[in-house]
């Protein structure tokens, strides 16, 4: 989807790691988001702004918010297993728990005022717990492999099937090709959510959804890594215009 110049673009906020960071000389606790996450809002059309973690109640990411039309939630560190009552597993990362209350408050905001989210990877497990849900803390003690997250940085392709009737399945069709570094997945799917998509040969569960008009869908993997595939990142950006184009109505 690329602007003709005429209809304004959707501003579409995305979550940021933030931990420490090395740049020429410094080594500082540092926001930072791979670049390829706004190229794929950009090049689907949208503005994209950066939501570094920060202290956070209801009221400061309702304003955070009020300059959004649409909500992309990131990949990152593992969700503190105590948010869904869970002790840490072995492997599971130390947590961030500050981005994840940060994360929480503007789900929470943006479901609230039906704003359009999508959930990648991290993003996928963020939305579910925030609605209940719960994850399986470490896939290979699950399905006896590691195939979702090879290490050092290599990504797997999974092919995914996706649920028919799903926002998921109109957008990307019966299959897709998924870039995958994961670990942990869904286990118990969060309060209003549905599967749309588990992965084709382990049954994985790859993507969910809130069935109904409102954009809200997630996905376990990163579409970012192929940008020649904007199909996930031009449906947020449609939903985002229709979004700002009803508010100001």
């Not at 606790?29 to 706004?38: C, D, G, K, N």
């Not at 993003?123 to 209940?132: D, T």
């Amino acid at each position: 989807m690329a602007s003709n110049g005429s209809e304004p673009r959707p501003v579409i906020g995305l979550t940021t790691y933030l931990q420490q960071a090395q740049t020429g000389v410094w080594d500082v606790r540092a926001s930072f988001l791979p670049a390829i996450y706004l190229d794929g809002v950009t090049m689907a059309g949208g503005i994209a702004t950066l939501l570094p973690p920060q202290p956070v109640e209801d009221v400061i990411a309702a304003r955070v918010l009020d300059g959004l039309d649409g909500l992309v939630v990131t990949g990152g560190r593992d969700v503190d297993p105590a948010t869904y009552g869970h002790a840490p597993h072995p492997t599971t990362d130390e947590p961030a728990r500050e981005r994840d209350a940060f994360e929480f408050a503007l789900l929470r905001g943006a479901l609230a005022r039906r704003m359009p989210v999508l959930g990648i990877c991290r993003g996928a497990q963020v939305l579910n717990v925030a609605l209940g849900g719960t994850l399986h803390q470490h896939l290979p003690d699950v399905i006896g492999h590691h195939g979702h997250q090879a290490g050092n940085a290599v990504f797997s392709t999974s092919t995914v099937r996706t649920v028919p009737g799903t926002r998921l399945s109109a957008l990307v069709g019966p299959d897709t090709q998924a870039q995958c570094y994961h670990h942990q997945a869904i286990d118990r799917v969060g309060h209003g959510l549905i599967v749309s998509a588990q992965d084709g040969a382990d049954g994985v569960i790859e993507a969910v959804e809130m069935p109904g008009e409102h954009f809200v869908l997630a996905v376990q993997w990163h579409p970012e890594e192929r940008l020649d595939d904007l199909r996930l990142f031009a449906g947020i950006v449609a939903a985002a215009a229709d979004y700002a184009t009803e508010r100001v109505q």
